[in-house]
């Protein structure tokens, strides 16, 4: 029985792993979509997020399948109940990917507008969270998930710069709008993607040592 169970356990590690690069393959080319707006790039993005999906699946029932049959206990419930949250996260920063790739479409309609905002700072950071976080989990590294969550004020003070200054050009450019809402969107996206990179970090922390530190009670 033990065997079994420890099988299965690594069949969920790989599982979570495998999702943890499809869904950091497409953080990266969502932020290659943001740089070159890249119509065709936005598509593909779209048209693979099923993959995601799937696999986010497999991870649940996976998860559902080893506590219904083994019921297991400490540590190893730790871990299930970790990959439940870590799984949905992941799952939600690809929806996130998505929502790049479809602002971006909008976008790449027209060649030309009056004002720009450089989201390279900004997704830099995102994309750096989201790795860590990974890293964290792989190495079980506590000191690394807690560096992850040193960030997200970075990510969030450049989003409300973004605010400050789209909302000004929508003054100055109301012809823009549409224009102006999908650049100010994209602030958001990759806001919450650092959101949930965060989450999957504060996960790994109570994966390793049992403490919750949510709403920043690890301060």
Partial sequence: MAKHFDRELEKLKKKILSLS?????RVYLAIKAIES????????????????????????????KILALYQPV?????????????????????????????RIQS???RSTYSFHFDYAEMAEIAAAMLK????????LDIDTAFRVLTLDDEVDDIQ??????????MGEHPEEMTYLINLYLISRHLERIADH???????VIYLIEGEIVR?????
């Fill in 37 to 64: 707006r890249d119509p065709d790039l936005a598509e593909r993005i779209i048209r693979s997020d099923y993959e995601i999906d799937e696999t986010e699946v497999e991870v649940e029932e996976e998860c559902l």
């Fill in 21 to 25: 690069a499809l869904v950091e393959e």
């Fill in 74 to 102: 400490a540590v190893d419930l730790r871990l299930i109940v970790t990959v439940i949250k870590i799984n949905n996260d992941l799952e939600r920063i690809g929806d996130e990917a998505v929502n790049i790739a479809e």
């Fill in 107 to 109: 976008i790449a309609k």
């Fill in 132 to 139: 860590q976080s990974l890293d964290a989990l792989v190495n």
């Fill in 215 to 219: 709403h920043g009670n690890y301060l």
């Fill in 160 to 169: 409300s710069k973004a605010y400050s200054q789209i909302k000004a050009a």
């Fill in 197 to 203: 990179a965060t989450n999957i970090a504060e996960e």
